[in-house]
């Protein structure tokens, strides 16, 4: 079964600080690879996706990810922070699975950007 | 895109009672999804919501305790049986898009058992 794996559960930073939240995914197959945010009391949105192409994805907001396919990672960065991106951070696999497009998700990661 | 609504939003029940969580999209869809976000978790995949027969549950969810209807491409229902305060989650409503593209959710029901 597919599973992906966050390393960093809880993340504290000042504004500024640059973050890279670490992802890795265990199916070999083929696979489309997500990052959602959800910020405090709101529901799951998307933050940038990656199908095919160039590794280097760029989503909302100024973050982006890449897509390393030999170490089965997606890890998402953003070169300077804000306090507003203070949210929970969720790295989601979709695969071909019996037929059904099934979404994985790693455990999240806990963002806070201190002021 | 696609539109979720999921209703109700949040809900404080006794334990015991069932809860029905209702999901309606504004369009069709093949592939419905539940999950359920513990505080602290992840989200974990409840089963999968199949137009005309049962739902598909994953390992440690069963129908008598989260039984799912879905009569059409638009709508489904989970209900959460014999509550117990074990059971205090939000409960996500997903749907998928052809060919993988994107997983939209709906804003989720915040359930507490006392």
């Known amino acids: 079964a597919q599973s992906v794996s966050q390393h960093n559960h809880h993340v504290i930073l000042s504004e500024a600080a640059s973050l890279e939240l670490g992802c890795n995914y265990s199916y070999g197959g083929t696979v489309n690879l997500f990052w959602y945010v959800q910020y405090p009391g709101q529901h799951l949105q998307l933050l940038l996706k990656y199908f095919s192409g160039d590794p280097l994805v760029k989503g909302i907001k100024g973050f982006e990810a890449e897509f390393i396919k030999s170490k089965f990672s997606f890890n998402l960065r953003k070169p300077s922070v804000q306090w507003s991106d203070t949210a929970e951070y969720f790295c989601?696999?979709?695969?071909?699975?019996?037929?059904?497009?099934?979404?994985?998700f790693g455990r999240g990661t806990s963002l806070i950007v201190h002021p | 895109s696609a539109v979720i609504s999921q209703k109700p939003s949040r809900d404080i029940c006794q334990r015991g009672t069932s809860l029905t969580i209702q999901c309606q999209v504004d369009s069709q869809v093949t592939m419905m999804f539940w999950y359920r976000q513990q505080p602290g978790q992840s989200l974990t995949l409840i089963a999968t919501a199949n137009q005309g027969s049962e739902a598909t549950y994953e390992s440690g969810f069963v129908i008598d305790k989260f039984p799912i209807s879905r009569p059409n491409l638009t709508f489904s229902t989970l209900t959460v049986s014999n509550m117990s305060p074990e059971d205090s989650s939000i409960y996500l409503c997903?749907?998928?898009?052809?060919?993988?593209?994107?997983?939209?959710f709906g804003q989720g029901t915040r359930l507490t058992v006392v």
């Open positions: 997903s749907v998928v898009r052809r060919g993988g593209e994107e997983a939209f």
């Open positions: 989601a696999v979709i695969s071909l699975s019996g037929g059904s497009y099934i979404p994985t």
